[in-house]
């Protein structure tokens, strides 16, 4: 004979999460969907970007560029140690933007092509605006003492020996160096010395001075052959003075 089975009544309702609360003010939950375990998410402000912010493409600005200071002396500075140290054909506009940490476009901007960027290092060693004058406004029996002086002391100085070496050894087997060497040493320098001087056939005068003076430096100081290497420099003006002044003024 089968045991009756004892009533239990209606089973309560379980709350996984805890007891139920007493006063039954339960919160409805409704359709929110799984709650966050670490508590409700703040609410996201669509103005407020939730990316990483957009990656800049193209060049840096010219403007930014610019406002650094001295950014026309930091690209004539690397311009002098690049043609120095690396010659004129192995100098790219590229590489002295790099060494004066701009954009190549602002190389272009201050000095155009790599051969003006060439001939405004060689300028800084010689300044022709103000050798000029003082060469040919002194005593003109002493032209050639002067401008014998000023040559070899320019060569002298290790800052702007540098930048004239280049253009000196690229010269000798690049047409663009040796071009702008014609066109700032001869025309810019000695050209106008001779035009100073008033006499017959400066050109033909200015390239007699500048060949002597160019074949010193290539022998004293490129090829280095002895005893001109380390010759007394006042012993090299009181012997090339006379023949630089003959050049100049005798007609």
Known sequence: MTRPTEPTGPAEPTDPTGPVDPTGSAEPTGSAGP???TGPAEPTDPAEPTGPPPRRRGRPSRTEEESGPGARDRILEAARTQFAERGYDKTSVRGIAKAAEVDA???HHYFGTKDEVFAAAI????EPANVVPAIVGGPREAIGERLARFFIGVWENPV???PLLAIIRSAL???AAAKVLRGFVLRRLLERIAADLDVPDPKFRAELAASHMIGIAILRYVIQVEPLATADPEKI???VA??????LTES
């Open 123 to 126: 300028e800084v060693s010689f």
């Open 242 to 247: 006379p023949t630089l002044q003959r050049y």
């Open 173 to 175: 087997t690049h047409e």
């Open 160 to 162: 702007t020996r540098a």
């Open 237 to 239: 003006v009181e012997m």
């Open 105 to 107: 476009a602002l190389v």
């Open 35 to 37: 709650t966050d375990p």
